[in-house]
C-alpha cells in the first residue's frame, strides 16, 4: 500500500511503525474472509482491510478520530485472526494498538461510554475490587434486563449477566511466597496470579501449582506482580499498560536476579499475549527496554511449558474434549498443538469444533463493550463446539471460560485443570457435579 506521510510526521516512531506496517499491506483481502466481525457484519468497514484503510486515512491526515473511525476500530475484538492469515505479514496488532491509543487521545466519547470504561479500567485489574464489584453484581443481577433496554446501559447489563451466579472463595494459589516441589527439584518458574482469574476461578493456578508441584518445579508466586496491563492496552489507555508492565518487569528481574527463573508461566492466554509483547512495548523506554524483552522472552504459556516436560502417555479415559483455542492463544501465540497434544498424551480423546479460526466474543472487555456482536459470536462458537457431542470444554483463557460458560451446559474448564486430574490430582469440581 502507498502511503504519503511527511517526514515530521515520520519523526514519530509510533507513526514511523505504523506506515512500515501499513507498506506490507497489498489490499488483497484474503483476511476479510477470517475476519469475526467481517463474517457477522459483512461490512467492509468491519473486516480488518476496511479498518486499514481507516487508520491509514486518520493517520496520514493528522486527524483527530472521528465517530465513524471510533464505531469501526471499538467493533475490531484485536482477536488477530487476520494477522494468522494474511499472505503478506501486516502487523495489524501494533496498527490497531496505535490506533487505539490515538483514538482515546484525540476523541471524546459520549459521557455514558467514558463513564463504563473509567470504571472498567478503575476495578478489573485490581482483584480486591473486582471480587467486590463480583458480589454487588450478583445482587445487581435482577436487573440486568431493564439495563439493556436502554442503548447507552446495555453494557452494565452485559457485565450483570456475566457476573458468575457464585464466587470462588479466596485461594491461597496468589499468596506470595515460593513453592518447594513434591518431587525432586528440575526446574524454577514463576507464575503470573493475574487480577480476574483468581477471582473468577482460583482453582486454574491451584490446579498448575499442584501439577508442577509433582513434576519437580519450584513455583515463586512473586510479592508485588498485578494485572499485565491487557485490559488498559485494549482500551487504548497506554500510560496505565505502560505501569503495569513496568511493575511486572520489576518484579520479575528480581525474581531472576536473585533465584533465577526457567520461564514466567501464565495461564490465561489473553496475559501472555501481552506479556510477550512487553518488550515492544516498552521498546522506546531506555530504562525498560532490555529488562522487558528478557521478561518477554521468558514467558510461556502453561502448555507450552509443560510440553518440555516429557509428561507420560496415560490410558485413554473415555472422555471427550472439545478443545477450544482462544485467540490470543493460536492467533496471538501461535499455540495451536502442545494444549490438544498434551491433553491427548493424557489420555482424553481432542474435538475440534468446526470454524475454530472465530472468536468467541469474549476478547477482554469486548463482551461488556460490544454485547450484541458478542452475543452473536458466542451463539456461533457454543454451536459449532455442542455439535462436536464433547462431554467437557478444554481452553487455555479465563475469558473464554466466562464467555461460553454462560452459553452452554457442557462444563468448561481450563486445560491445566484436566492435565492435573489425569496425572494424579483431584478431580475438577464442574466435572464432580455433573
Ligand atoms: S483483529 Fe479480529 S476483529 Fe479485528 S480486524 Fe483482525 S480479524 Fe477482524
Ligand atoms: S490479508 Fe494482509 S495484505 Fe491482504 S488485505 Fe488483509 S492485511 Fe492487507
Not at 34 to 47: A, H, I, K, Q
Amino acid at each position: 500500500m502507498q502511503t504519503s506521510f511527511t517526514p515530521e510526521q515520520l519523526a514519530d516512531p509510533h507513526v514511523a511503525e505504523s506506515e512500515k506496517i501499513l507498506r506490507r499491506c497489498v489490499h488483497c483481502g484474503f483476511c476479510t474472509a477470517t475476519c469475526p466481525t467481517y463474517v457477522t457484519l459483512g461490512n467492509e468497514l468491519d473486516s480488518p482491510r476496511g479498518r486499514i484503510y481507516l487508520i491509514k486515512d486518520m493517520l496520514e491526515n493528522g486527524r483527530a478520530a472521528d465517530e465513524e473511525v471510533v464505531t469501526h476500530i471499538d467493533r475490531c475484538l484485536s482477536c488477530l485472526a487476520c494477522v494468522t492469515t494474511c499472505p503478506s505479514g501486516v502487523d495489524y496488532m501494533h496498527l490497531v494498538d496505535h490506533a487505539r491509543v490515538h483514538i482515546e487521545k484525540t476523541y471524546r466519547r459520549p459521557l455514558m461510554d467514558r463513564l463504563i470504561r473509567d470504571l472498567l479500567a478503575a476495578v478489573l485489574p485490581y482483584p480486591a475490587r473486582f471480587r467486590t464489584a463480583v458480589v454487588l453484581a450478583k445482587l445487581g443481577r435482577p436487573f440486568a434486563p431493564l439495563l439493556k433496554r436502554v442503548s447507552a446501559l446495555r453494557p452494565l447489563g452485559a457485565m450483570l449477566d456475566l457476573a458468575p451466579a457464585s464466587i470462588a472463595r479466596p485461594s491461597d494459589a496468589a499468596t506470595p511466597g515460593t513453592r518447594v516441589p513434591q518431587a525432586e527439584r528440575r526446574g524454577r518458574v514463576a507464575i503470573l496470579s493475574g487480577c480476574a482469574q483468581p477471582v473468577l476461578d482460583p482453582g486454574i493456578n491451584e490446579a498448575t501449582l499442584r501439577l508442577l508441584s509433582r513434576l519437580g518445579i519450584e513455583v515463586v508466586v512473586p510479592e508485588g506482580e498485578g494485572c499485565c496491563g491487557a485490559l488498559v492496552h485494549h482500551m487504548g489507555r497506554e500510560e496505565p499498560a505502560l505501569d503495569f508492565a513496568r511493575r511486572n518487569v520489576d518484579v520479575w528481574i528480581r525474581e531472576i536476579d536473585n533465584g533465577g527463573l526457567d520461564a514466567i508461566i501464565i495461564t490465561a492466554s489473553g496475559c501472555g499475549t501481552t506479556i510477550e509483547d512487553y518488550g515492544h512495548m516498552l521498546r522506546l523506554d531506555p530504562a525498560y527496554a532490555e529488562k522487558a524483552a528478557k521478561v518477554s522472552a521468558l514467558a510461556r504459556d502453561i502448555t507450552e511449558y509443560l510440553s518440555t516436560l516429557d509428561l507420560p502417555k496415560l490410558e485413554p479415559k473415555g472422555l471427550n474434549v472439545a478443545y477450544h483455542s482462544a485467540c490470543s492463544m493460536q492467533h496471538g501465540q501461535k499455540i495451536t498443538l502442545a494444549p490438544k497434544n498434551l491433553l491427548k498424551a493424557a489420555g482424553f480423546t481432542v474435538r475440534d469444533p468446526a470454524e475454530g479460526h472465530l472468536c468467541c466474543g469474549s476478547a477482554g472487555t469486548y463482551n461488556i463493550l460490544q454485547p450484541e456482536i458478542s452475543a452473536q459470536l458466542k451463539a456461533r462458537k457454543v454451536r459449532n463446539i455442542e455439535a462436536t457431542k464433547a462431554d467437557v470444554i478444554a481452553t487455555g483463557n479465563i475469558g473464554c471460560i466466562t464467555q461460553i460458560a454462560t452459553g452452554t451446559a457442557i462444563p468448561i474448564l481450563h486445560t491445566v485443570e484436566l492435565l492435573d486430574w489425569a496425572y494424579g490430582g483431584p478431580e475438577p469440581q464442574k466435572l464432580s457435579v455433573r
